[in-house]
């Protein structure tokens, strides 16, 4: 006669015990509770990795809908008194990308402890050859419950994830959230993490180990560029705390971003009159050094976006704000990017302590704990 446990390993092959290092281990779908996934506004419908729904009642551009495939700004989350933790991946696709490492486009990162103190542990490595790989992430001999985090890839979708814990490991819901409202951020390849070294070091990613809210990311590499059938999508998200439009960058000329900035904003303040804007300008790119035409046109944008931001000021919106990202790489400015455009490690970390403090200013969050 079979026990409980071998018939459930037969009913439900992710429930099946396996041996890694040794260690006997339990595989786990992250779909299920105790375990959340955070970072997909749509997850509880869709039950998908995605990050917007797979059927939008206004059509958006094809490669907006295959980057929405990518899975930057997920998150898993629990607790465990396991002393193991693994992770089983199948991607959509293999690493492809000669300016990113692997580990950033296609890998998962692990961090342990709570919001303000979390621990960067590891990340996936592995052959980036592959579309599918098994890892552990954490070993180690104590059985004390853990807070877990891992940060899904940035420039790669993920067809399956299941999380690999010892045969009779507890398992908890993480903490909550200290508001359920929404950090919504929009924008380009920037925003998407591009080139992050691994998720975790994306801005967004390094703000949530801060601010205890989820964070929505819908950067969209090369193609956030501001259509109205963007805003009304983004407008269906529901209990935002504010929306962050980052997407200057991705406008192909000054003409375009000065037809869709205002239109995007009063698409999305009919349905949220008093959900707080921020309008964010580019950072000057490397190649401004030897064309002062983009230089040039890069100003003309910015004069536009203070105009415009204090036009809707004057007019009675008084939640819309707007951040001079000129100096968000502070001194690394010249230093601070893979290829004179999307930032390095030491880029993003820059950006990040810039935008906490924005956010937290706009949404009214104590003071920053950026360390």
């Not at 542990?121 to 180690?140: C, F, G, M, S, W």
């Not at 906490?356 to 969050?365: A, D, M, S, W």
Request: aromatic share 10%; proline share 6%; hydrophobic share 35%.
């Amino acid at each position: 006669m079979t026990n409980d446990k071998e018939q459930v390993s037969q009913l439900d092959p992710d429930m099946k015990v396996s041996e890694m290092n040794g260690n006997r281990i339990v595989w786990h779908n992250p779909i299920n509770t105790p375990f959340e996934i955070n970072g997909f506004a749509w997850f509880d419908q869709e039950k998908t990795f995605r990050r917007l729904p797979k059927s939008p009642e206004w059509k958006i551009p094809p490669a907006v809908d295959m980057l929405a495939n990518h899975t930057s700004g997920g998150q898993i989350r629990f607790q465990t008194d396991s002393t193991v933790v693994a992770i089983k991946v199948k991607l959509r696709a293999k690493a492809d990308m000669s300016h990113m490492p692997a580990s950033g486009q296609c890998g998962f990162d692990c961090y342990l402890g709570p919001v303000g103190k979390k621990h960067f542990i590891n990340v996936t490595k592995y052959d980036h050859t592959l579309q599918a790989y098994e890892l552990p992430l954490l070993e180690r001999k104590e059985k004390d419950v853990l807070e877990i985090t891992l940060n899904f890839p940035l420039y790669q979708g993920v067809e399956e994830v299941f999380i690999g814990l010892n045969e009779h490991a507890n398992i908890f819901a993480p903490p909550p959230y200290e508001s359920k409202k929404k950090i919504i951020l929009y924008g380009t390849s920037i925003l998407q993490g591009g080139c992050a070294s691994r998720p975790g070091m994306s801005y967004t990613n390094i703000i949530s180990r801060n601010i205890n809210m989820e964070f929505i990311n819908l950067g969209f590499s090369g193609n956030g560029k501001g259509e109205a059938s963007l805003a009304n999508v983004i407008a269906t998200i529901e209990n935002p705390a504010c929306l962050v439009l980052d997407y200057e960058p991705n406008c192909e000329s000054t003409e375009l971003y000065m037809a869709t900035l205002p239109k995007f904003i009063r698409i999305y303040r009919e349905k949220h009159p008093n959900v707080p804007i921020v309008v964010v300008s580019k950072f000057p790119y490397a190649r401004e050094f030897a064309n002062p035409d983009w230089e040039e046109e890069r100003l003309k944008r910015l004069v536009f976006q203070k105009n415009l931001v204090h036009q809707l000021q004057a007019a009675g919106d008084q939640h819309i704000t707007f951040f001079d990202g000129t100096n968000i790489l502070g001194k690394y400015t010249n230093e601070g990017t893979v290829d004179g455009v999307h930032p390095t490690d030491l880029g993003f970390m820059c950006m990040a302590e810039k935008m906490e403090k924005v956010i937290r200013g706009i949404i009214n969050l104590r003071h920053s704990t950026y360390n």
